[in-house]
């Protein structure tokens, strides 16, 4: 049974918790493609191209990924990618409600498309780019939150 | 990739909801084991062989699906079955939090188990089995709500 | 234009946060129907007689007010008595998901039938009849709580 | 009994949801203000004129409501058009915090206002104004979403 | 500055979170007192005594911890403590709501008295006692989830 | 026991609420130090001078309180502050989320700060700085929201 899966998002940057969604994602479906939504944001703090890169870098030891990126409705992308299934990190109540927005309109779109919610480790609950951004931008320690090389990176775009 | 998923539940009894995310499951996944949690209610309305067998009965036009009942530790289950999968359908925010509890104990218990959440059709959003026995035994019409063979029982057990 | 309206609910005692939504509901609609949900605890505090004596007395003030009891199907009374408006007071998030199930549902069976949320003023926000029988079973003071009448019946039974 | 009800929003535009809003309204108050917050965003894609008049096309065949707009204090209005009841669609949790916040606020504001609570159908449920926009703006189709009218003056704003 | 604290609960059995909780609390607070509910539960696994003396077991490492319990009113019993702090977990927005009631209650009971909430850390975010209980019951592995000498007693309970 | 705890904010302006807050942590802590983060926001109403004095103003009867501004991140402010507390106040579930992220953060940033949240009073459940700027802009009566230099203060700002 082959099952293309999508994950969709910003990525502004990829954190530890995006990792492990695309992990067990990896394990279970036989390909993810991780999309980065382009022009998404307004004044992201990574470039597209730049995301595409710490992704890339972040994911070498998964075999069934491919890194991409899209613009326009996920569910015309996914159509031309033959994917069955988008994948979605829940967190938090608040990302519930966004979420199933998304999900119910995806289905009424292409009905045909199924979106699945993984949970991230417990440790990653409240994680996400912004904050990272947020820490980062004022010297804090986020080397617990991002791979090595966004780590790398955030250092650079933010030395004094 | 052969991903064997089980979707446990009470199914007491089985409703078009849960058929929805069998359905949806059954797409995704190489095989989908329904699997009735055994003498987890004190007073159910339905006996354990008769929720197995509307439940056989509601799914008889999907093929890789099987039933069967569980007792104890669902993580013990999933590794007699060699499923790497547990399928729970998402409903409401008053879901989300003892899904995640489940879903994060069950994730220390057996790392290897990835719980997915599906997103039942919209208009199943806030139905429920309970809902369904409450409403079935003041004679109120739920034939929207369950397959017409769980329907054709429900008013078997609740004639006057 | 007449409007008559039903306010559902169990009364185990009724509360000043129930009294100040069949205020507001007695200002908007041409008749409110306090209606006691008969046999639908299994040990209550009160007799449905009692319950229904404490609610008139507690609304002898106010003219369009009718109190009754029933059971069954909340849709199937409301249609006897010609209401096409479901009083519900709406205090917390968690009351908000089992209100929308019931208020679904009933449209369901009922699709003429509208519920509507009232918010009872913000001191009665987290107020119950359960918190009630609770804090006067231990002595509490819960004069801010109910109206006078039942606050004499609550000290008789809890005498000591 | 008289009960003038203002249905205040942006709607921009007016979608399926807020439509089976303002028929239930419609139903149970004598008369229903629809009343459109000018100035309220930066920039909408739809002006207020545009608005108001989408507005008005979907709601032809109900005889109880006007359409009109306003600024300032929803309570000033509230007073200047003698209405008793400010009407609001809840769908979801997010909502709901939101709304009591107001509906709170305008209590203390206007004691005599009071603010009901309806609920869209399930279909509706994560529908919005914001939604649809995105979609149509993606050219994805939002026709089951939006009367007919809205549907056509969207397909002008985005013709490529 | 000298500030009397008590963390009251049923702590069927004590866990980690707790743990977490009042190692917290003992750092900010000149005393801390662990109280526990007596006869608050039907049926509980471990008797009052058997709570007490694990509690006592599990917190001699810390100095300013008192362990007791109490019956009927938590604000009686506070006033007779002379402490005018209440310490509870905060783990979910489930918890919240009931949580919030009880704070409200207190503080509307006994002016003087602040509920203080705390966070456990992350890892405990969805542990409790009942899920505890439940795993150990089944045989499943709970030995990051008590202190030892809660698993050792455990074991004792469910050995076969 | 010297416990120094900080209470941070932007306080644009000071409310009710937050003073109901404060009252109840001097109370409770040897030091109260109200930290306003120094442009936090775009366009505030109030400058960070106009934000430090109204709330020295309006904490004058209170002994244990200083008034601060800080930059950057809260656990570096607190560790220079010697600080061991961080206070917030917790109103709705959608607070939770956010302060439950933060709570995480800086507990992973700084070990021993620990965060502690206070309920305001329920009459303050629904206030904050955005509401009472948003009613005062429009003439409305904020003079249940703020203390009184704050009414005179944001009257001389909306004068006509």
Redesign the interface.
């Known amino acids: 049974?082959?099952?293309i899966s999508i994950y969709p998002g910003t990525f502004d940057p990829i954190t530890n918790g995006h990792l492990d969604i695309i992990e067990?994602a990896a394990?279970?479906?036989?390909e993810v493609i991780i999309a980065v939504a382009q022009n998404s944001t307004k004044n992201p703090l990574f470039t597209d191209e730049e995301r595409l890169e710490l992704i890339r870098a972040s994911v070498k030891h998964l075999k069934n990924i491919r890194v991409d990126c899209f613009e326009?409705?996920l569910?015309?992308y996914a159509k031309k990618k033959k994917a069955?299934?988008v994948v979605r990190g829940?967190r938090?109540?608040?990302d519930?409600?966004?979420e199933?927005?998304m999900?119910?309109?995806n289905?009424?779109?292409a009905g045909k498309l199924?979106?699945?919610?993984?949970?991230p480790?417990?440790?990653y609950?409240?994680l996400?780019s912004s904050?990272v951004r947020e820490?980062a931008q004022?010297?804090?320690?986020v080397s617990?939150f991002v791979p090595a090389i966004v780590l790398k990176k955030l250092k650079k775009k933010f030395k004094r």
Do not use: C, P, W
């Not at 004022?138 to 320690?141: A, M, P």
């Open positions: 049974m082959k099952i067990r394990e279970i479906f036989s326009g409705l569910v015309a069955s299934v829940l938090a109540v608040s519930f409600e966004y199933f927005q999900a119910l309109t289905r009424k779109l199924t979106t699945v919610f993984l949970m480790h417990e440790k609950t409240y996400s904050l820490i004022h010297g804090g320690d617990g």
